[in-house]
């Protein structure tokens, strides 16, 4: 036995401390000032485990055979062959340059949508952008599937996104100033666990004890009780899903039929409210938005929604909105309407009033703000600007060279023929995995570059085994967190896996830019960088001393400058012709002109009310039940799914469904029974878990599972919602992912199909051997 090693790092789950003893994981430590530390972390010695590791360099049999000419028919069927890395990283550059010289750069895609590590030196899409960038270039995508629609309205009417990026009024002002919160989808610890490029402290307990201690009236609207803790005895109003909208535009149009509303803030700080007000009040469409209207959409009781809006005019008010319910069908329209309604009650730069956004959908959202520099590798120039919103990959592969909207202009969808994604899984996050699949036989030649053999590396070309966090040293930080952390090694790399930096390295060296790439720095030249320039940032702009990186390396952390106190448009609230806005008035928009003049449909010149491609309140809806599939509790989307804590939130193997008691003994489904889920675009199976914190008509089903098809049956044995979601955009403004806009069926499932987890690697045995 030797001794143990301590090693300090970071996941986009928290900070540790790895116990290490001849080169093995014998255990996790949560860091020390974590008040609430995730029990994810005591996942991270999975990634050690070789199981579902890529662990060498490989091609798939027909493509190494016929290259671009191979059947792509053969992906996630056909074997691989294991190639050395001199000869993997000849193939790859071979492809950049034949698809960059015979169509163009614009027909390589660089996928790299994904959460694969926190560490800033090696985060693979940065990586993947600044060589391709050097390169000449290639298609990107804007937004990501966690908020696309709601930035893209926000940037319209409030000129900029960053009320839902963490930059809108911090939770200590709502717990000191608010009376009347008002949580539309969730501020859950669940998602809180998590925050993109790490996170030290979770602080969100914290904050909702005090709102707790204060006795602040807390209204959670969701179809789920347990979207807000049980401790804050918030009153639950079980909404239907997709229909928040709605319940806004009924509480702004009471306020307004009360003659409530501040017409000065309204005059002031606002334009197009005429528009809005119109709509509200029928003069528009001949319907009144009142508590009856919303009641008649939502499920919701109309006596209590005139109540509460009197309750929200009278007092101190804020409304909060999750990510969540943007990524639906028309989801540009709650946030704006959440807004429409804020700026109805005047308390918009208020302490504890108004409208925030996406409050613990991350861990960082909604607490102290980072004012430093955080830590990021540069992409570098563009060469070429080509890009698609980030959820319309199956239409930009199944429908090249037609047309698609976006922020109001039109442009045309890529012929793309190279595609490379790096530390990503999109047989996890996208929509409609079916149709993807389809999608995914149309590019000449799929490189993915990963850790883990996921479904997306099964369905690879060129398959390039990237070493994990926990094998190489790295820092993680980012807008959003209130320290810079160390990520030191703790193992070596399992098998002939690289760390992303080396790997995008030997390929740069054989497109003849590695001096470019790599500017003379190597991965401990990189971090040290990367922290020295946010050092000399925070003491040169706001006079803030961080230690030096020798003492940083030493300690595993480094504190960041922040602000508590915030209170977003705070200043243009109260001079707002000295502090514009960047959107068309230079005030927030309630009419919009732009979108008046493009006539869209899906996204009107104002907040309204759009029915959804599916809804419980839909004619056809009889019997189906709406899906909601959130994040999950025991991992981060997809990644550690075989580790403890995912384990642990799994009943025979495979993901629980959460279903209502009703809705069960109607379907003649038992708890812990195996059940079916499916509509017309696919199968999945799952174990019924029965709650009374599910409304009727819904049933929850997280995302994550490992995609784990049955043979050619087209049942999924995992419990993988993709299956079942809706692939559109959003709005043809907007086009973000709408995969909470979903219908199914539930029914008791008879057949043993296998233990999924078997399943998944009875497929690895035969692509890998």
Same mark, same amino acid.
């Given at each position: 036995?030797?001794?143990?090693?301590?090693?300090?790092?970071?996941?986009?789950?928290?900070?540790?401390?790895?116990?290490?003893?001849?080169?093995?994981?014998?255990?996790?430590?949560?860091?020390? &000032?974590?008040?609430?530390?995730?029990?994810?972390?005591?996942?991270?010695?999975?990634?050690?485990?070789?199981?579902?590791?890529?662990?060498?360099?490989?091609?798939?049999?027909?493509?190494?055979?016929?290259?671009?000419?191979?059947?792509?028919?053969?992906?996630?069927?056909?074997?691989?062959?294991?190639?050395?890395?001199?000869?993997?990283?000849?193939?790859?550059?071979?492809?950049?340059?034949?698809?960059?010289?015979?169509?163009?750069?614009?027909?390589?895609?660089?996928?790299?949508?994904?959460?694969?590590?926190?560490?800033?030196?090696?985060?693979?899409?940065?990586?993947?952008?600044?060589?391709?960038?050097?390169?000449?270039?290639?298609?990107?995508?804007?937004?990501?599937?966690?908020?696309?629609?709601?930035?893209?309205?926000?940037?319209?009417?409030?000129?900029?996104?960053?009320?839902?990026?963490?930059?809108?009024?911090?939770?200590?002002?709502?717990?000191?100033?608010?009376?009347?919160?008002?949580?539309?989808?969730?501020?859950?610890?669940?998602?809180?666990?998590?925050?993109?490029?790490?996170?030290?402290?979770?602080?969100?307990?914290?904050?909702?004890?005090?709102?707790?201690?204060?006795?602040?009236?807390?209204?959670?609207?969701?179809?789920?009780?347990?979207?807000?803790?049980?401790?804050?005895?918030?009153?639950?109003?079980?909404?239907?899903?997709?229909?928040?909208?709605?319940?806004?535009?009924?509480?702004?149009?009471?306020?307004?039929?009360?003659?409530?509303?501040?017409?000065?803030?309204?005059?002031?700080?606002?334009?197009? =409210?005429?528009?809005?007000?119109?709509?509200?009040?029928?003069?528009?469409?001949?319907?009144?938005?009142?508590?009856?209207?919303?009641?008649?959409?939502?499920?919701?009781?109309?006596?209590?929604?005139?109540?509460?809006?009197?309750?929200?005019?009278?007092?101190?008010?804020?409304?909060?909105?999750?990510?969540?319910?943007?990524?639906?069908?028309?989801?540009?329209?709650?946030?704006?309407?959440?807004?429409?309604?804020?700026?109805?009650?005047?308390?918009?730069?208020?302490?504890?009033?108004?409208?925030?956004?996406?409050?613990?959908?991350?861990?960082?959202?909604? =607490?102290?703000?980072?004012?430093?520099?955080?830590?990021?590798?540069?992409?570098?120039?563009?060469?070429?600007?080509?890009?698609?919103?980030?959820?319309?990959?199956?239409?930009?592969?199944?429908?090249?060279?037609?047309?698609?909207?976006?922020?109001?202009?039109?442009?045309?969808?890529?012929?793309?023929?190279?595609?490379?994604?790096?530390?990503?899984?999109?047989?996890?996050?996208?929509?409609?995995?079916?149709?993807?699949?389809?999608?995914?036989?149309?590019?000449?030649?799929?490189?993915?570059?990963?850790?883990?053999?996921?479904?997306?590396?099964?369905?690879?070309?060129?398959?390039?085994?990237?070493?994990?966090?926990?094998?190489?040293?790295?820092?993680?930080?980012?807008?959003? =967190?209130?320290?810079?952390?160390?990520?030191?090694?703790?193992?070596?790399?399992?098998?002939?896996?690289?760390?992303?930096?080396?790997?995008?390295?030997?390929?740069?060296?054989?497109?003849?830019?590695?001096?470019?790439?790599?500017?003379?720095?190597?991965?401990?030249?990189?971090?040290?960088?990367?922290?020295?320039?946010?050092?000399?940032?925070?003491?040169a702009r706001l006079g803030f001393e961080m230690p030096d990186f020798e003492t940083f390396w030493v300690q595993g952390y480094a504190r960041c400058p922040v602000k508590t106190q915030h209170t977003y448009l705070a200043e243009f609230r109260a001079q707002p012709q000295a502090h514009p806005l960047n959107t068309e008035?230079?005030?927030?928009?309630?009419?919009?002109?732009?979108?008046?003049?493009?006539?869209?449909?899906?996204?009107?010149?104002?907040?309204?009310?759009?029915?959804?491609?599916?809804?419980?309140?839909?004619?056809?809806?009889?019997?189906?039940?709406?899906?909601?599939?959130?994040?999950?509790?025991?991992?981060?989307?997809?990644?550690?799914?075989?580790?403890?804590?995912?384990?642990?939130?799994?009943?025979?193997?495979?993901?629980?469904?959460?279903?209502?008691?009703?809705?069960?003994?109607?379907?003649?489904?038992?708890?812990? &029974?195996?059940?079916?889920?499916?509509?017309?675009?696919?199968?999945?199976?799952?174990?019924?878990?029965?709650?009374?914190?599910?409304?009727?008509?819904?049933?929850?089903?997280?995302?994550?599972?490992?995609?784990?098809?049955?043979?050619?049956?087209?049942?999924?044995?995992?419990?993988?919602?993709?299956?079942?979601?809706?692939?559109?955009?959003?709005?043809?403004?907007?086009?973000?992912?709408?995969?909470?806009?979903?219908?199914?069926?539930?029914?008791?499932?008879?057949?043993?199909?296998?233990?999924?987890?078997?399943?998944?690697?009875?497929?690895?045995?035969?692509?890998?051997?």
């Amino acid at each position: 036995m030797g001794d143990i090693r301590r090693v300090a790092h970071c996941s986009h789950w928290g900070a540790y401390t790895i116990l290490v003893e001849d080169g093995r994981i014998r255990g996790v430590e949560p860091f020390a &000032q974590d008040p609430s530390p995730s029990p994810i972390i005591h996942s991270v010695a999975e990634w050690a485990d070789p199981a579902r590791r890529v662990l060498r360099p490989m091609v798939r049999a027909g493509w190494l055979e016929r290259r671009e000419r191979s059947d792509r028919r053969g992906r996630g069927r056909e074997p691989f062959v294991p190639v050395s890395w001199d000869e993997v990283t000849d193939l790859v550059a071979g492809e950049v340059r034949r698809v960059a010289d015979s169509f163009g750069n614009a027909s390589i895609f660089a996928g790299s949508y994904g959460w694969t590590n926190s560490g800033r030196v090696h985060h693979a899409q940065s990586l993947l952008r600044r060589m391709l960038n050097l390169a000449g270039g290639y298609t990107g995508h804007v937004d990501t599937y966690s908020t696309a629609a709601g930035p893209v309205i926000l940037r319209h009417v409030l000129g900029s996104d960053v009320a839902c990026n963490g930059r809108s009024s911090t939770l200590d002002t709502i717990g000191e100033h608010t009376e009347t919160l008002v949580v539309f989808g969730s501020i859950a610890p669940r998602t809180a666990q998590i925050e993109s490029g790490g996170i030290a402290r979770h602080t969100l307990e914290g904050e909702l004890r005090r709102i707790a201690d204060r006795g602040i009236r807390v209204v959670l609207v969701s179809p789920l009780r347990d979207d807000l803790p049980a401790w804050l005895e918030a009153e639950w109003w079980p909404i239907r899903p997709n229909t928040d909208t709605a319940l806004m535009l009924g509480l702004a149009g009471e306020i307004v039929a009360e003659g409530r509303q501040d017409r000065d803030f309204l005059a002031r700080c606002t334009s197009g =409210a005429d528009v809005f007000l119109r709509y509200l009040d029928g003069s528009a469409d001949g319907v009144r938005k009142d508590a009856a209207w919303a009641a008649a959409i939502t499920g919701l009781d109309a006596a209590a929604i005139a109540a509460l809006a009197r309750r929200l005019a009278e007092t101190r008010s804020m409304m909060t909105v999750s990510w969540s319910l943007q990524r639906a069908h028309h989801g540009e329209q709650p946030f704006w309407a959440a807004l429409g309604l804020a700026a109805v009650t005047g308390q918009i730069g208020l302490p504890g009033g108004g409208v925030g956004y996406g409050y613990a959908s991350l861990g960082g959202v909604g =607490a102290a703000i980072n004012l430093g520099l955080p830590p990021a590798m540069s992409p570098l120039r563009r060469p070429i600007d080509s890009f698609i919103p980030v959820a319309r990959i199956a239409d930009m592969l199944l429908h090249p060279g037609t047309p698609f909207t976006y922020e109001g202009k039109t442009r045309l969808y890529p012929d793309i023929r190279l595609l490379y994604w790096a530390g990503g899984n999109p047989y996890h996050h996208h929509q409609d995995l079916n149709r993807l699949q389809s999608a995914w036989t149309r590019p000449e030649t799929i490189i993915v570059q990963d850790p883990m053999f996921t479904a997306t590396a099964q369905r690879a070309d060129i398959l390039l085994p990237a070493a994990t966090s926990i094998e190489r040293n790295d820092l993680a930080g980012n807008k959003r =967190a209130d320290m810079v952390l160390a990520m030191a090694k703790a193992i070596e790399p399992l098998g002939e896996s690289r760390s992303d930096f080396d790997i995008f390295s030997a390929i740069a060296a054989k497109l003849g830019v590695a001096e470019a790439f790599t500017e003379g720095r190597d991965e401990m030249g990189w971090i040290r960088h990367l922290y020295e320039t946010g050092r000399r940032d925070a003491a040169a702009r706001l006079g803030f001393e961080m230690p030096d990186f020798e003492t940083f390396w030493v300690q595993g952390y480094a504190r960041c400058p922040v602000k508590t106190q915030h209170t977003y448009l705070a200043e243009f609230r109260a001079q707002p012709q000295a502090h514009p806005l960047n959107t068309e008035s230079g005030r927030i928009v309630l009419g919009s002109t732009l979108l008046a003049n493009l006539g869209y449909a899906d996204c009107r010149a104002h907040p309204a009310w759009i029915e959804p491609a599916e809804w419980l309140g839909a004619a056809r809806a009889s019997g189906q039940l709406h899906l909601i599939s959130h994040q999950p509790e025991g991992r981060l989307h997809s990644q550690l799914e075989t580790g403890p804590a995912s384990r642990a939130a799994k009943r025979g193997g495979r993901e629980q469904a959460r279903i209502n008691p009703e809705d069960a003994a109607a379907a003649g489904i038992s708890d812990g &029974q195996t059940i079916r889920i499916w509509n017309e675009r696919g199968a999945c199976l799952a174990t019924a878990t029965l709650t009374g914190a599910v409304r009727q008509g819904v049933v929850v089903l997280p995302t994550g599972a490992w995609f784990t098809p049955v043979g050619n049956s087209g049942l999924e044995a995992a419990g993988n919602p993709n299956v079942l979601t809706l692939d559109v955009g959003t709005s043809a403004f907007g086009q973000g992912c709408s995969a909470h806009t979903c219908l199914v069926r539930i029914e008791p499932y008879a057949d043993n199909p296998g233990d999924a987890f078997a399943l998944y690697q009875e497929t690895l045995a035969q692509l890998a051997g």
